[in-house]
């Protein structure tokens, strides 16, 4: 049974930082890409930042680069996502998605459209505010 499993949110104080977690099984790990993904209230979701595990390329979403660090470790088929400095504006749930052939992870990212042999987890609610 393929399962992607993301964790890690919850109430953050702006400024601080989260690590998401995106534990999967059930698949081959290292042929996949896997993204994050994230959807605000009332607005569409958008990619954040993915992650090759074949050749170990990155995207981020320009807004959130150097805030935010994406990484994989094989050896607990697992992508971390840490969030640095949040803003109210990171309120959203965090989904985590997996691809066998993105064709490139900015691709991947920049349209984040399931498609029927995507795998997708449940997602965690990132919620920054005072």
């Known amino acids: 049974e393929v399962q992607l499993q993301a964790s890690g949110g919850g109430l953050v104080q702006p400024g601080g930082s989260l690590t998401l977690s995106c534990a999967t099984s059930?698949?081959?790990?290292?042929?996949?890409?896997i993204a994050w993904f994230r959807q605000a209230p009332g607005e569409e979701r958008e990619g954040v930042s993915c992650?090759?595990?074949?050749?170990?390329?990155?995207y981020y979403k320009g807004s959130l680069k150097g805030r935010f660090t994406i990484s994989s470790d094989a050896a607990k088929n697992t992508v971390y996502l840490q969030t640095n400095n949040l803003k109210p504006e990171d309120t959203a749930v965090y989904y985590c998605?997996?691809?066998?052939?993105?064709?490139?992870?900015?691709?991947?990212?920049?349209?984040?459209?399931?498609?029927?042999?995507?795998?997708w987890g449940q997602g965690t609610l990132v919620t920054v505010s005072s």
């Open positions: 998605a997996a691809r066998l052939r993105p064709g490139t992870v900015g691709w991947f990212c920049r349209h984040p459209i399931s498609r029927d042999d995507d795998y």
């Open positions: 059930g698949f081959i790990f290292d042929d996949y890409a």
């Open positions: 992650i090759s595990n074949r050749d170990g390329s990155t």
